[in-house]
Every structure is written in structure tokens, then in C-alpha cells.
């Protein structure tokens, strides 16, 4: 058995002709749409409280109480599904010395020519950034949070910190929208991949395209054994 | 109060001593702002505690508790040594000139005449020198060794600021600057006000912390003085109405006194009690007296008080002792002396010094009464609430029955604030469930004895049977009935005694006022310094209209102020010898060559010549007194007096032992502690925010106060290892209460004759019934003796003990 | 003195307020300033500035302003503890919009030894720190006469005014989740009446009036202390805030935070300001521009996955896999 460095023990090739990759199995999508709709609620919610023209948006949950009461709870819900996500990615989501070549080659990457990148295990750069990006942010507005909640938490902290824990929520709360953006782009932008999280599988052409180490080492781990 | 409360704002000069005015009358204060705010008056606060008063007063000075009569003569030493004296007052509306009989004395602390074995003073020596043609001996120019002047001199001459600092822990620097402060005051340009109340009254010398500050206003020519005056702040808003109508146990209405065991007659009965002027010429308005009688009596029994049978005085109880009062009944009551006791808007419990002996002496009654319109630990007294009211029900065989009353907002009448105003009020509501009106329950109570009496005899049914009960509805008897029937009512026409053909006032009409009371029996009167409250102009305490001419706050059409509608008394002497006003900025009456005119009913006739009649009509010298003869149990001056539970001796006589003559129960005696088992000075008191025991009860009172706490300094809970909001027991030889702890730099250690004294503050309003957290009173802690004159227990000076708390005795 | 209907504002608290029943005065026709872009009236009355003026140098501490700031509001302050302080409440509260605050003060300028007390309560500033945190259109609103109310209706409860508050003094119910603090009795003072505090204070510690007629009064006032040694008195009315229209007079006004931390020089926190401020703005025009960006750039271009990619994968597959079993027809291993 080959020894696995860029992929889960339960990716695999599924299909040769054509090549079909099982990139994410149930447990993983259904975590990362329970956190992608927790994202959404955070955010839409969160833009109502966040600048005045948005309040309408409250109208979405029912009102500015609902939105206020759901936005925390919401806020605890996608952190603990996040968490999950991030036991389950975080090993291969660690940079190595191939993601700066990458990050030198952008361009390359904008530009469709990806041949003149480095073979690229499961996740580039980019999708570290945003993996990353994601865990960072959450775990500052998840702090954050806790210090504005103000009904659960009203003694925690100083009117003062939470000044500032709420300038931090705001400012967090507009990068990870960035990221968020980012992600979907990406996800839009490169065709095919959109399928990895709701099929759950990659064709052959994406993962040699994009993730080619990940894709050598899934069939290297499939090869079998010559006694058999 | 001599003045009212809206004269204060006349004042330069606000001295607060033995009382705590801002916060106990936060009301009436603002009358002390306004002086402030308006005229610039200064306030100064002499107290045990930096209080509320004192954070808004000009000048502080601490005070040990129960030593104020030290600090009073001490100013008098200094306004006599430093000139600071108004002398043309002192000189004509004072005894200063009058000739003391040559055996009065003080000395070792005492002053003549005092016997040991009866804890008495034989009062003969304190008298003045008569002539053979009755009247006083004087010397108006105060030269004679014996005029009173002269020997207030003398008495006051030990009173160095010096000894000041070392009886009362004042510091000498304070005590200087506030004598200057007072001195100024001898100007007759510049008055001062004193207001005080229980701090001064609740001491076995009560009535002598009084009188040492009415001698030194006398001194300064501040009594009868728009913005001077003496001025008792009154603790309920209806207890000086309560005085007033005589619910006193030695008093009937009107300060009128009930008869004692030695006399027996009518004629003895008067003959000591119209006094012959003591000057030519002089009013010695007393000699009225058998007026306000005699239609007392007509008012009480109409027809059947008659003058055959001395208008049916042998209906008076004779009392065998001087007073029935709380302490005496409780005393008499724990010796089971007592069967039936009924407590009509009064809460002993937790009101009367010694807890102990108060449960004790509640649990050997037969039937115990209460009518209150709030439920009180009195009425729960058998009830066991733990540590809070540790007594076994079991025990106690005592049938309580409660009748519920209802409260000030639920009925209609007048009360009688400190100013001596009656100020008219209606019902706002409807007394809620069971409650009744206390006029209602004592009718149905009287109605039925009555019938008892009726059908039964008894020993002597007369008093109860022709008892006066001329209510349209006799179980209802009406606030406006028993008004107009105070104020008094003409039985047969009254006519001028100038000239009999001119009738004043009509039979059957109501009198214009105590001028009309007759001692023929044509008249009758309940309570004739009310006279004139109710008449045929209508409700006099139910006007309001508060215009105000003077500009002095007189206010004569707002309500109706006892005596005669007179806003200040004695106020002829707000002016000179000659009818002038001292001040002319503040001129309440001035004699026009005729007659007395101004803004206020003037306190004397008329047209009673200013140099001739003098203003203090009342006392049969026609002038105040800086010695108040034998009128007083323990002294004609003030003397300097430790309470009964002190931290050092007596500096004057280390024999004796609180005030020589104060009455004292042999029980009570044995409960006194000393300074080494109780080293610390204890002091009670109310707070803003709590009105009695009574706010408890209310939610957002006892949000505002929820828990009961003493007050000690930062060096003694530093000594004790006290922490602040810690928990402490503090203990005094007769009970123990657990509290928390006000650690406040408010309360600062004091220095007497070398000795630290440490002072614990006690605040009542707690108890174990109501809204607010349960917790004690101080009279788990204080003794049982009263002033020598009033038997007003001493809350104010006792000795305790402190402790952090271990276990939870605190719920 | 009884004040005509048709006046703004009660004159004074002191005078005798008109017992005659009248129609609510103060309301949306007046509001000028609206939380979160909230509605303004159009065309508001410039009504007179109204202030209460707290003189805490005749204030005696007897908390008749928070009784009646209980009884008036019908709130339910509940029965707490000692813990060896005056204070009770024990801090505001959502049920308590005032409370008096003590300090035990030894001067060392004059060695003696002072009790401060200060009534606690909302200051109504004239640029409300709250009004600018709130996110709820319309929760808080300042009318033209300077009150800064907060309208229950439409608070949500976030909690955002209390950071904005320089004072520290709304406070949160937890059972209502809504934000309270004092109203200056706004529905008081809309049919002439004086607020209930200062209706209550039995010294005219409290007064309230036009801001000129307080600012003058104050003015006496200062002048009586100055005179009585306090050479440092004066009016509290920081204008780091704009002002307020509820102003002290303070013995020492050199040293405000003396009276139990008033602040010295209050003024809306920069954090709330950057908060409030750029932070808005820059981020909605951020999350804008890269949401417009991103959805242009997948419009037009698209990192596609050629046939070729799919046989490259295949041959590299079968290479890795060289030596395995054959792929059945369909590919599936």
C-alpha cells in the first residue's frame, strides 16, 4: 500500500473510463452545506445589524429580535460544524513548499496554463487560503462574539473591549465575506467542481488538471497487489 | 418647632445637632437649601456620623454620642466670654436679672438637693428670691452674685473648649471655628436655626440636650425670631398632634394635665396650676387654665359636668404614679401585672428599648390588641422566625387578635406637622378589605362597653354612661365631627366680659377661638390650643391658599397653625423693647404706639405695651428662662451627664452613673454593661430611604434599602478584621443582632480623656415581617431607662460589642 | 406659575405644572435625529432646549428621584443586598434609570473629609453615543428639544448602545430584551409636566427647565459655592458630546470623575466612531466591488477541463494502476 500524503483515506477512484475521483463523502458535504447555510444566515443577518440601508434584511427572519437572537446562536452552530470541517481537512490543507511556486505562478493559473505549475496534491494554495481565511476569521468573530453578547455574556468583559470587539467583529465579519466570495468564485470560476461537494466526485480531467499528485497518488493507492 | 418649616428660610445660620434633618425630614430640608440658596445661609452638622446632612453642610464636627450638653455649655462659656451675647435681649426677655435663693449650688456634679437613697432632688433651692409682696427680686443690672446671669457664669465656667475636646471627642480647632460661626448670630441682624429631633430626646437627659440649646438661643436673641427658634423636628407626620390631644398617659388634649392620687378635689387640682404673674404686670396666661378645663370637662360630659359637682372631675382617673409611660407599662406588664393591652398604631416590638424584656412582657398578657394598617412583628410576637425571632409559640399563651385599620391616604382629617400646622386631607382610597377606620373600631368598641355598663352596672358606670357622643351616626363618628367638636362650641351665649350686653358668639355656634372659652360651663371645648380651627368660618385646616405677603413664609391662609393660627411663637420677641423688629429686613410684627400689627398673629394681647407686658406669656414671669427653677427632675441648668452606658466616667463625679435621677427598674438595672466587656460606643438611627418599620413593606423602599447593617469606621473593622459587606454580630449585655458590615471613613475613632472611642452606627427599619430582607433593630441592643423628665428611653448612647460573624445566623 | 399648553417645554420643575388634561406634545412631529437612518420629521418645530440641571451640592442622597423613577416608569427593581455600600440598586439596572452614587472623598486640599453623591442617569447628549451604535432604524431618537429617547418598539435588543454610551448607563433587560435607560420622561414633559425625579427631589436638587434657564440657575449656583470656598465649582456640561441636557453643578468641576468615575472628558469612543464610521462604508464597498468583480470575471473567463485533461487522466490512471486488474467495461474498480 502506498503511503497516502495528499489524500483522505476515503478519496478514491471510483470510475477509470472515464476517470471518476471520489473527492467527499457524504458526512463531509452535508457538514460543509450545514455551515455554508449557517454562513448565509450569519451573513445576511449580520449585514442587517451591520450598516442601516441592510436593516430590511431583518424582514428575512422575521424582524430586527429575531435576527438579533438567531445571529449568536447561528454564529455558535457554525462554529462547532466548522470545527468539524477543519478535523476532517486541516491535515491537507497545510502549506508545503509547492503552494509558493504556485503563488508565483498565479498568472499561470488565471490564465488556464497550469502546466507550468507544480503538480498539486488535494488543495491549492488558493483553497488553503480560504480553508485558512475561514478559520482564522471564525475563530476571531466567534470570540468576538461572545464578548457583543451582551445577554448571555453582559459581564465578560469591559464596555471598552467590547468596543473594540465589536470594530474586530465588523472588520472580520467583511474579510471572511471576501473569502466567502472568494470561495464561490473559485468554485464557479473552475469548472468542474462544483460536483466535488454535491456529488461528492471529480472527473479524472479536474483532478489531472488541478490536483494532479492528489490524483497520481489516489491511483498509485488503488494499484493491486501482484500476489492478488 | 417654635417657628415653622417655611420660616427656616428666613435663617443665616442652620445648626443640626441631635438630629439628622436631611435625611430623617428630607421634606422640611429643603427649606434649610433654600436659606441656603437665597440668603447664603451656613449649615452646620455636629454628630457621632458624617451624614447625609453633613454632605451638604458648611462645617462638620464630630461628637460623641450622649455628650451634647458638654458641647452646649461650652458654647454658652464661649459666646459669654467673647461677648457674644444679645445683650438687650438677654437683659429683657430673659431671668437673667432674677435672684436665685441663696442655697441653690452645684458641685461633684450634682446640685443641691440631691438624696441618694430616692434617686431625687429636693427642688426647693432652685427657686427664686421673693419678695414680700410675691413677686421676684431682680437685678437688671446683673451685678448681684445671685441673678441667674451670674451663675450660669459660673456653671458654664468648667466648660473650657478644652474640656470639650476631652468629654466629646470634638476636636478643639472644630469646636472653635463653629462657636465663631454661632457667635455671629448674637448680632440681632443675624439669626440661627436649631433643628433637631431624636438625637437629642433619646437620651436619659433628653430634655436637658433641649434646654441647653433653647438657653443658648435665648443668649444669642434667637427665639421668637423669624429664621431662629427651637425647632423639634417631629418624627411622624401626626405625632405632634398626637402630643397635642394628649395621648400621653399623664396628659389630657391641650397639654392639660390628668389629676394625680394627691388631688383629690377640683379646688386642689387648680391651685396649683393658676399661676400668679411673678412681675407686676405680667400676662401668665395660666391662670386661663380652668377655661380650657372646665370645657374640657363640658366637652367630655355636657350636662353631667356641672358646677355642683366640680364639673364631674372625680370622672378623672388619678394617677398614682407620676406616668403610665412604655416603659413603666412593659415593666408592670413583665411582671404580669397586665392583662389586656391594646397597641393602636404602634409596633413595641421592635419601637421599645430592650427586645428581650418586650417579649417577655407581651408573652404574660392575656389579650394583646393590635390595630395598625400593616401587619407587625408586635402582632407576630409568639411567631418563631428563627434567629430573627428566636421564641417558642408553644410557650406563649397570649391571644392576639388583629383589627386592621386603615392608613393616612385612606381616611380624611387633619395632621399636625412640626410647625404645629393642621393641614386638612381627604381619603385618596378605600381602606382594601377587612380594614376600618380606627374612629369606626373604637365607636363599636365604646358602643358595646357602653351597653355593658348600661345593663350591668359596674362600680362606677357614670363616666362611661354620660360620656359626650353627639355623632349623627354614633358607630361613625366623622372627621369633621370630632374637628368642630375640638375647636369648641358656645352651650349658651358668650358675651363680651367688657361688656355682658354684646354677645360674642351665639349658643349652639361654634367658638371664634380659646378667647371664648368660658369657666362658668356656657363653654366646651376638647382641646382648646386647637380653638379655633373649625369655627363658623368654616374648616380653617382645610385652606389653601398659599400667598404669602410677608415674604417670610407665614403663609396664614394655608391651613390653620395652633395656637390662634400663630406661625411663630413667642414671636413679640422678634421685636425690641420698644415694638421695633430686630431686623427690620425681617419684620414679623411691630407695635404702632396701639397695637401689635404685622404678618403673624402676635404671641401676646394685642395691645399689650411692648414695654411693659413681656413676651412670654406663658410663664408667669412674662420672660424665658435661662434657669428653669424645679420645673425640670434634674436640674435647673444642664449639667453634664454620661449615659447610663459610657466608655469613660464621669469627669465631674466618677460616682455616678448616667442621669442621678432618671427613673430605673431594678430588672432593668441589672441589664447595664460596662466598657470592658462592651468597649464600643453604639448609636441608632433612622435612614432616608426607610420611613419606622413601616416602608419595609413597601417594594421599591426595600429596593432601596434591603438590608439591615451597622456603620463602623475603617480603623475599627481594620482592629476587628472586619471586612466591608462582611457579616458581624454585635452584642450588648441584654441581646445580639447579626448585620453587615458599612465599612465608612464617615465614622472616624474619637479621642475622650485619652481613650479611643470607636462608634457603631445602628439603623432600624428592620424586623421579620414585610418586603424587604428580615433582620433586628437596635432594641435588641439598647437599654431600658429613659429621661429623667419624659422617660423617652436612651437609643441614642449604649454600649456593644463587635465581632466578624462566623455561622449563618444571617438568612 | 402654570405653564400655557401651547408652550414647548415646562419652565421649571419648581412651578406648579398644569393639572388640566392635554394632548401629548412631544412625538414623531419632533423627532430630529433617528437611529439608523431612521424616520425624521419633516419639517420638525424647533422647539426650546430643555436640560435638568443636578446640583449635587444640595442633593442629601435620599433617593426620592429613583422612588419616583420606579413608581413614574413602573418598573420592578427587585429587593437586593448590602454589601457595605449606600448604593441600592446596586449598579442601574433595566428596572432602575437612576441611582444615586456615593463617594467617600477626603480632600487634601483642605483636609476635610466629603461625601460626594451624584444621581447617576442618562445625560441626554447632544450627540448621543448610543443613537450612533444603535443598527435599529428608529430604537433611538433625540427630539428637537434635545431628549434622546429610546423607542422600545423598535429596539432589538443588540445591546450596540451600550458601547456607544460614554456614560455607561443603558442597560439591557433580559427578560424584555430590550434596552432601557432614563426618558428624561419624554411623556411627561409632552404634556407639560417636569420629569418625576426632579417633581420628587425634595431640595431642588433636580430642577428642570429650558437649558438657558438651568445654565443661568446653574450660574447662581456656582457662584454661591465659589463663595462658600469651592473655587473649583462649576457647570458639567462636556462638550466632547455636544453638550447634554442633563448637566451638573459640581463642586469640583475641575475633577468630575471625583463623583463616583463621571467621566472627565467624555466623548463617543474612537473605536465607536471607526466602528460607525469608515468601517461601514468601506466595508460594504468592499464586499460590493469583490462580489461585482468576482461575478464578472466568472462571466467572462473559466478555467475549463479539456477532453484532453480527461485522457491525460486516463492514461495516468491506468499507468499508476499498471499491473491491476482490467477496468471492467464501465470503469468501475
Not at chain 2, 125 to 141: H, R, V
Not at chain 2, 389 to 412: G, K, M, R, W, Y
Not at chain 2, 651 to 669: K, L, T
Amino acid at each position: 500500500m502506498t503511503q497516502r500524503e495528499y489524500s483522505e483515506s476515503t478519496d478514491r477512484i471510483v470510475q477509470t473510463q472515464p476517470v471518476v475521483v471520489k473527492r467527499y463523502i457524504t458526512f463531509t458535504r452535508v457538514n460543509h452545506w450545514f455551515t455554508a447555510l449557517c454562513f448565509i444566515v450569519l451573513m445576511l443577518s449580520g449585514f442587517a445589524l451591520f450598516h442601516p440601508a441592510l436593516f430590511g434584511l431583518t424582514a428575512l427572519f422575521g424582524g430586527g429580535q429575531n435576527a438579533r437572537w438567531l445571529h449568536p446562536f447561528v454564529g455558535v452552530a457554525l462554529s462547532i460544524s466548522f470545527l468539524g470541517m477543519f478535523l476532517q481537512l486541516a491535515h491537507l490543507n497545510i502549506l508545503r513548499r509547492e503552494d509558493l511556486v504556485w503563488t508565483r505562478h498565479i498568472g499561470d493559473v488565471v490564465s488556464g496554463n497550469e502546466e507550468r505549475l507544480p503538480e498539486l496534491g488535494k488543495y491549492n494554495f488558493g483553497q488553503k487560503l480560504v480553508f485558512w481565511g475561514m478559520f482564522w476569521l471564525i475563530l476571531v468573530l466567534l470570540i468576538s462574539g461572545v464578548a457583543m453578547w451582551i445577554q448571555y455574556f453582559p459581564e465578560l468583559v469591559s464596555i471598552e473591549t467590547r468596543r473594540i470587539a465589536i470594530l474586530v467583529h465588523s472588520i472580520a465579519a467583511v474579510l471572511i465575506v471576501l473569502v466567502f466570495i472568494l470561495h464561490i468564485f473559485a468554485a464557479f470560476w473552475t469548472q468542474g467542481t462544483i460536483s466535488a461537494m454535491t456529488r461528492g466526485t471529480v472527473t479524472g480531467g479536474w483532478s489531472w488538471r488541478h490536483h494532479r499528485k492528489w490524483l497520481r497518488e489516489l491511483a498509485r493507492r488503488q494499484r493491486t497487489k501482484p500476489a492478488e | 418647632m417654635t417657628n415653622s418649616w417655611t420660616d427656616i428660610k428666613n435663617t443665616d445660620l442652620v445648626i443640626v445637632m441631635g438630629g439628622n434633618a436631611a435625611e430623617a425630614h428630607p421634606c422640611g430640608f429643603k427649606w434649610v437649601t433654600e436659606a441656603k440658596h437665597h440668603r447664603g445661609a451656613k449649615l452646620i452638622v455636629v454628630d457621632p456620623r458624617f451624614t447625609r446632612t453633613a454632605s451638604v453642610s458648611d462645617y462638620y464636627a464630630p461628637i460623641r454620642p450622649g455628650t451634647d450638653i458638654t458641647f452646649l455649655m461650652g458654647m454658652i462659656r464661649w459666646m459669654i466670654e467673647n461677648d457674644k451675647v444679645q445683650w438687650s435681649y438677654v437683659k429683657a426677655f430673659t431671668n437673667a436679672s432674677f435672684l436665685v435663693k441663696e442655697e441653690f449650688g452645684w458641685s461633684d456634679g450634682l446640685f443641691t438637693g440631691y438624696d441618694e437613697e430616692k434617686r431625687d432632688y429636693d427642688r426647693s433651692s432652685w427657686e427664686y428670691q421673693l419678695g414680700e409682696d410675691g413677686f421676684a427680686l431682680t437685678d437688671p443690672t446683673l451685678q448681684h452674685p445671685r441673678c441667674v446671669w451670674n451663675l450660669l457664669k459660673a456653671h458654664v465656667d468648667a466648660y473650657t473648649p478644652e474640656m470639650v475636646e476631652r468629654v466629646c471627642g470634638t476636636p478643639k480647632e472644630r469646636f472653635l471655628k463653629i462657636a465663631e460661626m454661632i457667635g455671629e448670630c448674637s448680632s440681632p441682624t443675624k439669626t440661627m436655626t436649631s433643628m433637631y429631633a431624636l438625637g437629642w430626646t433619646q437620651h436619659s437627659k433628653g430634655s436637658q440636650n433641649i434646654r441647653g440649646m433653647a438657653m443658648l438661643q435665648l443668649i444669642l436673641g434667637n427665639i421668637g425670631v423669624p429664621g431662629g427658634g427651637m425647632n423639634a423636628l417631629r418624627g411622624h407626620s401626626n405625632i405632634q398632634g398626637l402630643t397635642d390631644i394628649g395621648l400621653m398617659s399623664n396628659l389630657i388634649p391641650g397639654y392639660l394635665n390628668i389629676p394625680t392620687e394627691k388631688e383629690p378635689d377640683w379646688e386642689t387640682y387648680m391651685k396649683s396650676r393658676q399661676f400668679k404673674p411673678l412681675l407686676p404686670g405680667q400676662t401668665s396666661y395660666w391662670q386661663n387654665y380652668s377655661k380650657f378645663m372646665v370645657s374640657f370637662q363640658k366637652s367630655m360630659w355636657g350636662d353631667a359636668a356641672t358646677a355642683e359637682n366640680d364639673w364631674a372631675y372625680h370622672y378623672l382617673p388619678k394617677l398614682d404614679v407620676p406616668a403610665y409611660d412604655m416603659l413603666r407599662m412593659f415593666e408592670l406588664m413583665d411582671q404580669g401585672k397586665v392583662n389586656l393591652y391594646f397597641c393602636q398604631g404602634f409596633n413595641p416590638l421592635l419601637a421599645l428599648s430592650n427586645r428581650g424584656k418586650n417579649t417577655s412582657a407581651l408573652s404574660k398578657l392575656k389579650l394583646l390588641v393590635v390595630m395598625d394598617p400593616l401587619q407587625t412583628e408586635t402582632a407576630r410576637f409568639w411567631e418563631n422566625h428563627g434567629a430573627f425571632n428566636d421564641v417558642d409559640p408553644s410557650a406563649i399563651q397570649t391571644e392576639v387578635i388583629e383589627l386592621p385599620t386603615s392608613c393616612f391616604a385612606e381616611d380624611e382629617g387633619a395632621l399636625v406637622n412640626s410647625g404645629r400646622w393642621l393641614q386638612w386631607h381627604w381619603a385618596a382610597a378605600e381602606p382594601p378589605g377587612q380594614a376600618k377606620h380606627d374612629t369606626w373600631i373604637m365607636a363599636q368598641i365604646f358602643l358595646r362597653v357602653r351597653e355593658l355598663y348600661a345593663a350591668e352596672g359596674g362600680a362606677f358606670p357614670d363616666p362611661i354612661l354620660n360620656l359626650t357622643w353627639p355623632y349623627a351616626d354614633p358607630s361613625t363618628p366623622m372627621p369633621d365631627e370630632l374637628a368642630r367638636e375640638m375647636n369648641g362650641t358656645a352651650l349658651a351665649d358668650v358675651t363680651d366680659p367688657a361688656d355682658p350686653t354684646k354677645v360674642l358668639t351665639a349658643a349652639g355656634k361654634q367658638v371664634k377661638s380659646f378667647a371664648e372659652l368660658r369657666d362658668d360651663g356656657s363653654t366646651a371645648c376638647g382641646c382648646w390650643i386647637y380653638s379655633g380651627c373649625f369655627n363658623e368660618d368654616g374648616n380653617n385646616m382645610a385652606r389653601r391658599d398659599n400667598s404669602d405677603p410677608s415674604g417670610l413664609g407665614v403663609h396664614s391662609n394655608w391651613a390653620w397653625s395652633w395656637p390662634l393660627n400663630r406661625r411663630t411663637l413667642y414671636n413679640r420677641a422678634s421685636a425690641d423693647l420698644d415694638g421695633k423688629p430686630w431686623d427690620p429686613e425681617r419684620a414679623l410684627l411691630s407695635w404702632n404706639g396701639e397695637r401689635w400689627e404685622g404678618f403673624d398673629v402676635p404671641d401676646i394681647a394685642p395691645t399689650a405695651k411692648p414695654g411693659e407686658v413681656m413676651p412670654f406669656i406663658m410663664n408667669p414671669e412674662g420672660v424665658s428662662r435661662l434657669f428653669s427653677r424645679g420645673m425640670m427632675r434634674d436640674g435647673p441648668f444642664p449639667t453634664h451627664m454620661e449615659p447610663f452606658e459610657s466608655p469613660v466616667q464621669n469627669v465631674f463625679n466618677d460616682r455616678m452613673r448616667g442621669n442621678p435621677v432618671a427613673r430605673m427598674f431594678e430588672s432593668d438595672a441589672a441589664t447595664l454593661g460596662t466598657s470592658d466587656e462592651f468597649p464600643f460606643v453604639a448609636t441608632s438611627y433612622r435612614l432616608t430611604e426607610h420611613f419606622h418599620y413601616w416602608t419595609k413593606h413597601n417594594k421599591v423602599n426595600a429596593a432601596m434599602q434591603p438590608e439591615f447593617f451597622v456603620e463602623i469606621s475603617e480603623e475599627l473593622a481594620a482592629e476587628k478584621g472586619i471586612q466591608r459587606g462582611g457579616k458581624v454580630r454585635v452584642w450588648s449585655k441584654r441581646g445580639e443582632v447579626w448585620a453587615k458590615a458599612l465599612v465608612t471613613k464617615r465614622i472616624k475613632p474619637l479621642t475622650c480623656d485619652g481613650k479611643t472611642v470607636h462608634v457603631v452606627g445602628i439603623p432600624l427599619h428592620w424586623g421579620f415581617v414585610g418586603a424587604a430582607k428580615k433582620g433586628w433593630g437596635p432594641n435588641s441592643l439598647t437599654p431600658a431607662v429613659g429621661d429623667a423628665n419624659i422617660e423617652t428611653p436612651e437609643f441614642k448612647a449604649f454600649l456593644v460589642n463587635i465581632e466578624p460573624a462566623t455561622g449563618e445566623a444571617l438568612a | 406659575m402654570t405653564m400655557a399648553p401651547d408652550l414647548d417645554s415646562p419652565r421649571t420643575a419648581v412651578a406648579n405644572p398644569p393639572v388640566q388634561p392635554m394632548e401629548s406634545n412631544l412625538g414623531q412631529g419632533d423627532v430630529v435625529r433617528s437611529s439608523a437612518g431612521g424616520p425624521v420629521a419633516e419639517n420638525p418645530r424647533d422647539l426650546t432646549d430643555v436640560a435638568k440641571l443636578i446640583d449635587v451640592s444640595k442633593c442629601i442622597g435620599c433617593k426620592a428621584c429613583q422612588t419616583a423613577c420606579v413608581e413614574w416608569n413602573d418598573t420592578h427593581p427587585e429587593i437586593g443586598i448590602n454589601v457595605g455600600i449606600y448604593e441600592n440598586p446596586l449598579d442601574l439596572t433595566p428596572e432602575m434609570y437612576t441611582l444615586m452614587r456615593f463617594t467617600e472623598y477626603d480632600n487634601p486640599d483642605t483636609g476635610d473629609f466629603e461625601w460626594l453623591i451624584r444621581k447617576d442617569g442618562c445625560m441626554h447628549c447632544v450627540d448621543p453615543g448610543c443613537l450612533k451604535a444603535c443598527p435599529a432604524p428608529g430604537a433611538i431618537v433625540q427630539y428637537s428639544n434635545g431628549i434622546v429617547d429610546f423607542i422600545s418598539e423598535n429596539c432589538i435588543g443588540c445591546g450596540y448602545c451600550i458601547s456607544g454610551c460614554p456614560f455607561d448607563i443603558p442597560r439591557l433587560s433580559p427578560t424584555q430584551h430590550v434596552v432601557k435607560k432614563c426618558t428624561l420622561c419624554s411623556d411627561r414633559v409632552a404634556v407639560g409636566q417636569g420629569p418625576a425625579c426632579a417633581k420628587a427631589c425634595p431640595t431642588q436638587a433636580i430642577t428642570f427647565g429650558t437649558k438657558d434657564d438651568m445654565t443661568a440657575l446653574a450660574a447662581e449656583r456656582i457662584e454661591d459655592l465659589k463663595s462658600r470656598g469651592y473655587d473649583n465649582a462649576g457647570l458639567y456640561d462636556p462638550q466632547g458630546v455636544g453638550g447634554t441636557h442633563v448637566m451638573y453643578v459640581l463642586h469640583h468641576a475641575d475633577k468630575p470623575s471625583l463623583y463616583s468615575g463621571l467621566p472627565d472628558d467624555p466623548k463617543i469612543s474612537d473605536v465607536v466612531e471607526g466602528w460607525k464610521g469608515p468601517t461601514k462604508p468601506v466595508g460594504i464597498a468592499a464586499v460590493g466591488l469583490a462580489a461585482v468583480g468576482a461575478a464578472a470575471m466568472a462571466l467572462f473567463t473559466r478555467s475549463r477541463v479539456t477532453p484532453q485533461d480527461e485522457a491525460e487522466a486516463t492514461e495516468l490512471v491506468q499507468e499508476e494502476m499498471r499491473g491491476s486488474g482490467q477496468p471492467d467495461d464501465r470503469g468501475t474498480v
